[in-house]
């Protein structure tokens, strides 16, 4: 089966789904993109090279770090290019990421791989240069517990340095056991993972930092690249708020029935429309930043070309699952899809898990949530029930009422863009 390797954006986003910090990052294909982007991120920034043909950056002149300014960040794309074009002349450039300059620390390596003989296995050394250098790693055949991942990290002879060396403080040896047992779980879970090599890993005094990643996944039979399915935290379904982002007071809009059918909801329920004070005797705000409380959800009503703008904001605000009910992404094709990806992009650069887009809703009737614009509500049950169809579910959904039958969740996975289940 064919294989590509994921840029690096792509997988900080799959890292970065599965709760291992990665720097704040955007992909840009311009100076001016590079200017902005660098501005929004906050100096000082990193930029490199993203190509599927130039696996070690640095050696085309592909890497510009402790960059200060703007114009800085001007100048580094266009040298970057420039050097990229120069020395890598049949590589493909996708564009530059720029992303922020994390403060240094001990560099480590975590990687694996498929072995013809033992299957998928781990490894863990001494990061960045050391690594070839010293060739001083661990190795271990999946699948692990947290105590071979500790005896893996100790069995190194530059555990010494995690441990604390002629004077230095010791290193967070707990954080790197979660970040090995995450990446160790979605590698065994996932056979499209057929290779990765997370170097460096920036490990400190309290927490650790993924810098660099090489991701090698298998394609779909024709092509496409295979979609990886990233389980979200158990935590992420059971909302304290929700805001319901184009609440309308017009009963024949979408924002007006997802509103309405959250009323029973015993969390917090913020409204959002710029054009109204108040909605069902709630208070409504212009925007999900405004709200003043945090909120975890977000059921997203509004046009799709003003998708992308709010899920910015609800990135920002610190919102652990979007669900857009809006269609008019990949359902349509052509630029319905370019917009649904931009989507899908700026969701993972904030860690916001996506249901939908073009889909129904959820509901969670233990938890007194309908997130849909269907009136009926079902029952609560032990039997969760998933569908790409929103048609079949309010079928199943008004079937199950007079028989009696109960239901502990109800999803509409619309374009499954995210979470597919």
């Known amino acids: 089966m064919p294989e590509r390797m994921l840029t690096e954006s792509e997988g900080y986003s799959l890292l970065a789904a599965c709760g291992i910090p990665v720097p704040s990052h955007q992909v840009v294909?311009?100076?001016?993109?590079?200017?902005?982007?660098?501005?929004?991120?906050?100096?000082?920034?990193?930029?490199?090279v993203v190509s599927p043909e130039i696996i070690h950056k640095s050696d085309v002149g592909g890497v510009v770090t402790a960059i200060e300014g703007p114009d800085a960040a001007e100048e580094a794309f266009r040298t970057i290019m420039e050097n990229s074009a120069a020395r890598a002349p049949e590589a493909a450039i996708a564009g530059i990421i720029v992303e922020k300059?994390?403060?240094?620390?001990?560099?480590?390596?975590?990687?694996?791989?498929?072995?013809?003989?033992?299957?998928?296995?781990?490894?863990?050394?001494?990061?960045?240069?050391?690594?070839?250098?010293?060739?001083?790693?661990?190795?271990?055949?999946?699948?692990?517990?947290d105590d071979d991942i500790r005896a893996m990290i100790r069995e190194i002879e530059g555990y010494r340095l995690i441990r604390g060396y002629r004077g230095e403080p010791p290193k967070d040896e707990e954080a790197l056991v979660r970040i090995i047992a995450t990446v160790a779980r979605q590698f065994a879970e996932n056979p499209q993972i057929r290779e990765f090599d997370l170097n460096p890993v920036i490990l400190y005094e309290r927490g650790a930092s993924v810098v660099d990643a090489r991701i090698i996944v298998g394609d779909t039979a024709g092509g496409e690249a295979a979609r990886i399915s990233v389980r979200a935290p158990p935590e992420t379904f059971y909302p304290r708020s929700i805001a319901v982002i184009g609440a309308s007071a017009s009963p024949n809009k979408v924002g007006y029935s997802v509103l309405r059918n959250l009323l029973s909801f015993p969390g917090n329920l913020y409204p959002v429309n710029p054009a109204r004070k108040e909605l069902f005797g709630r208070t409504a705000y212009p925007s999900v930043k405004d709200v003043p409380g945090p909120v975890d959800w977000a059921v997203i009503a509004v046009p799709a070309p003003l998708v992308p703008g709010v899920m910015e904001e609800c990135g920002e605000k610190g919102v652990r699952l979007a669900i857009i009910v809006t269609a008019g992404f990949r359902e349509i094709g052509g630029a319905g899809a370019a917009l649904e990806e931009k989507v899908v992009e700026i969701a993972r650069r904030h860690s916001v898990r996506i249901i939908g887009p073009n889909c129904l809703g959820v509901m969670m009737p233990h938890q007194g949530i309908n997130a849909t614009f269907d009136p009926v509500s079902p029952k609560p049950g032990d039997v969760a029930f998933i569908s790409q169809s929103g048609a079949i579910i309010t079928t199943?959904?008004?079937?199950?009422?007079?028989?009696?039958?109960?239901?502990?969740s109800v999803i509409s996975v619309g374009n499954q863009a995210d979470l597919g289940f």
Do not use: C, H, N
């Open 396 to 408: 199943v959904v008004d079937w199950s009422l007079p028989e009696e039958f109960g239901f502990s």
């Open 29 to 48: 294909t311009s100076a001016g993109e590079a200017r902005a982007a660098a501005g929004r991120i906050g100096y000082p920034v990193v930029m490199k």
């Open 101 to 145: 300059q994390v403060p240094g620390g001990l560099e480590v390596l975590i990687g694996g791989k498929t072995d013809p003989s033992f299957g998928k296995v781990i490894t863990f050394g001494l990061g960045g240069k050391l690594v070839e250098l010293l060739e001083d790693v661990a190795i271990r055949v999946l699948p692990v517990t």
